[in-house]
């Protein structure tokens, strides 16, 4: 059985409690995290990112966020559609909802989008 951090408990078993549909699955030393099977966000370093897109993304700017990156290769890799998650939004359990439905929609469309192709 994987092992996750207590963090990961956290985001899963605390934050998200009242979402339904939200599983987690380990990703190489991080965990996805899928909400009825839509893969919307990651916990990465104690940290908690969410799928972002052109409609979404401002509001994470305005809180100072940033994208998730991680080292490969000698360099920083950047991925620039998953953001970290402010804290103050992790600990209000309006806006968390909120912002997981957003991050959800955000990776929902670019399912939609490659199936098209």
């Not at 897109?53 to 940033?66: A, C, L, Q, T």
């Not at 998650?85 to 670019?110: C, L, Q």
Request: aromatic fraction near 16%.
């Amino acid at each position: 059985m994987a092992q996750f951090s207590e963090f990961h408990d956290y985001i899963v078993h605390d934050v998200f409690s009242g979402i339904p549909g939200v599983t987690s699955r380990k990703m190489f030393s991080d965990s996805g995290i899928y909400k009825d099977g839509v893969f919307f966000a990651i916990i990465s370093d104690g940290e908690l990112y969410f799928r972002t897109d052109e409609k979404s993304r401002p509001e994470f700017k305005k809180y100072g966020s940033e994208p998730f990156s991680y080292p490969r290769a000698g360099k920083t890799a950047v991925l620039k559609n998953y953001w970290r998650v402010p804290e103050e939004i992790i600990e209000d359990r309006e806006r968390i909802f909120e912002w997981v439905e957003a991050a959800v929609r955000a990776a929902e469309n670019v399912k939609k989008k490659k199936g098209k192709k």
